[in-house]
T-cell receptor, first 114, second 112 residues
Framework: SQTIHQWPATLVQPVGSPLSLECTVEGTSNPNLYWYRQAAGRGLQLLFYSVGIGQISSEVPQNLSASRPQDRQFILSSKKLLLSDSGFYLC?????????????FGQGTRLTVV | KQEVTQIPAALSVPEGENLVLNCSFT??????LQWFRQDPGKGLTSLLLIQSSQREQTSGRLNASLDKSSGRSTLYIAASQPGDSATYLC???????????FGKGTKLSVKP
């Protein structure tokens, strides 16, 4: 069966510090991978998606970047965090090459920038 | 630009009641619609996926319907239980890469 792991679960970082959140998927190959953010009072917003190693698409301009160094690994990064980067970050995966496929989410990372 | 709206934002019901959660979307050109459940501080659990060619899907006490032409979906929960308390999110898939556009959710509280 497929599983998705996301860590850390919570993170408190000072403004200006770097960020690295990691997500890995097991039990499938060549998944589509996604990073979403859930900010207070707002719905889930897609930040990045990837259809293959090294292929990253960004949905919104922002202070963050994403990378996919391996087939089932997706990393969200920042060089210098802003207060506005606080939120709940969720990684998700879906089967590639098809539409009408379910999305499966990790347990999320609560990031607080202070 | 696709917008997804969920009404009501919050709902409190006594245990055993049947209830309906609503989701509307502005652009009917969707591939599918998914309903998710989110417990406080947790990730999303997929409940039901309705393809654009389908009218409804059922799983246990849950039934989701889709009227694509009118841009509406409903999630029906039968015989609600306290364990159903959570935030319910609907999302539509528009792009061919599986990108989802979410509503803000309905926070459900089922009182024993």
């Amino acid at each position: 069966s497929q599983t998705i792991h996301q860590w850390p679960a919570t993170l408190v970082q000072p403004v200006g510090s770097p960020l690295s959140l990691e997500c890995t998927v097991e039990g499938t190959s060549n998944p589509n991978l996604y990073w979403y953010r859930q900010a207070a009072g707002r719905g889930l917003q897609l930040l990045f998606y990837s259809v293959g190693i090294g292929q990253i698409s960004s949905e919104v301009p922002q202070n963050l970047s994403a990378s996919r160094p391996q087939d089932r690994q997706f990393i969200l990064s920042s060089k210098k965090l802003l207060l506005s980067d606080s939120g709940f970050y969720l990684c998700a995966w879906g089967r590639a090459g098809t539409v009408n496929t379910e999305a499966f989410f990790g347990q999320g990372t609560r990031l607080t920038v202070v | 630009k696709q917008e997804v709206t969920q009404i009501p934002a919050a709902l409190s019901v006594p245990e055993g009641e049947n209830l309906v959660l609503n989701c509307s979307f502005t652009d009917s050109a969707i591939y599918n619609l998914q309903w998710f459940r989110q417990d406080p501080g947790k990730g999303l659990t997929s409940l039901l996926l309705i393809q654009s060619s389908q009218r409804e899907q059922t799983s246990g006490r849950l039934n989701a319907s889709l009227d694509k032409s009118s841009g509406r979906s409903t999630l029906y929960i039968a015989a609600s239980q306290p364990g159903d308390s959570a935030t319910y999110l609907c999302a539509v898939e528009q792009g061919s890469q599986g990108n989802l556009i979410f509503g803000k959710g309905t926070k459900l509280s089922v009182k024993p």
